[in-house]
């Protein structure tokens, strides 16, 4: 997890790449994980491709 009071757009795609959360403040109200559908999409297909790695 890397977590920041403001995260560049390159640094969330190459914490992305790499399986990080980046944390930070959205719109300076409050904190958010910045890339989370993305990890979690990258999280689903590993493990359906796990799941169907015995066919």
């Known amino acids: ?3 920041s009071v403001v995260v ?3 640094t ?3 914490a ?3 399986g990080l959360h ?6 300076w109200e409050y ?3 910045l890339n ?7 999280e689903n297909k590993k493990d359906k491709d796990k799941d169907n ?3």
């Open 22 to 27: 980046v944390v930070a403040y959205r719109q």
């Open 31 to 33: 904190l958010d994980i």
């Open 53 to 55: 790695s015995h066919l």
């Open 16 to 18: 992305t790449r790499n």
């Open 12 to 14: 969330i795609a190459y």
């Open 36 to 42: 989370f559908d993305a990890i979690n999409k990258k």
């Open 8 to 10: 560049a757009d390159n």
């Open 1 to 3: 997890m890397l977590a």
